[in-house]
């Protein structure tokens, strides 16, 4: 199996310890990183009962839209695609 890359380690919690994350972001993904892990903490602290999918939506959406710039890249999420001629939403 192939090891994550820093930033995915940073931003999605497997790999180093918890002491090593925020060390391995490059610079330029901190404050968006942060940002996001901020809104995730908020979501899941939260006292309503939510389904944990549904607590990543909108913080995985803000942080995908905010690197997009950084890197000359505009951006365009979607929570949910549909297939083209399936009439479902693929799994």
Do not use: Y
């Not at 610079?27 to 908020?42: D, M, N, T, Y």
């Not at 000359?72 to 001629?85: F, S």
């Amino acid at each position: 199996m192939a090891r994550p890359s820093a930033t995915i380690v940073a931003l999605v919690g497997f790999g180093p310890p918890p002491s090593s994350w925020g060390r391995n972001v490059d610079p330029i993904l901190l404050a968006p990183a942060q940002a996001f892990a901020a809104r995730v903490k908020a979501n899941f602290a939260a006292p309503v009962r939510a389904q944990p999918e549904d607590q990543l939506k909108a913080p995985i959406l803000e942080l995908i839209q905010a690197c997009g710039p950084l890197f000359g890249r505009t951006v365009e999420a979607r929570t949910e695609a549909h297939v083209e001629g399936l009439g479902a939403r693929p799994r």
